[in-house]
């Protein structure tokens, strides 16, 4: 019976585990210099992690050299995983557009 109450116990917090997972969401920004813009995400309570990353262009697992050598029509991007529940996409937004220049040419500020 002991046995059984340690197993059900273990699958009671592997199911939590999993739930509370559930309860992050993901939004990408492309915003030019990637390590200024994840910098600035990584300071938000709430933002759980921040990865750095290349989005769009025709090349395939593109370089750092590659992409900043210009051709591969790549734009640096960062993917921010966070809580909804302490920051809101509307707060990430606003942390987005005061630390970016949309009007860039080349997508990069």
Same mark, same amino acid.
């Given at each position: ?10 699958? !009671?917090? #592997?199911?939590?585990?999993?739930? @509370?997972?559930?309860?992050?969401? *993901?939004?990408?920004?492309? %915003? $030019?210099?990637?390590?200024? !813009?994840? #910098?600035?995400?990584?300071?938000? @309570?709430?933002?759980?992690?921040? *990865?750095?990353?290349?989005? %769009? $262009? ?52």
């Amino acid at each position: 019976m002991l046995r059984l109450s340690v197993i059900a116990a273990c699958l !009671v917090a #592997a199911i939590s585990g999993a739930a @509370a997972q559930d309860k992050t969401a *993901t939004a990408i920004f492309a %915003g $030019g210099c990637f390590w200024c !813009v994840e #910098a600035d995400f990584d300071k938000v @309570a709430g933002v759980l992690s921040t *990865t750095s990353g290349y989005i %769009g $262009g025709s090349v395939k697992n593109p370089t750092y050299s590659q992409v900043s050598a210009g051709g591969t029509g790549h734009a640096e991007a960062v993917k921010v995983v966070y809580d909804p529940a302490k920051v809101t996409y509307a707060r990430l937004l606003d942390v987005f557009w005061r630390n970016v220049d949309p009007l860039a040419k080349d997508k990069q500020f």
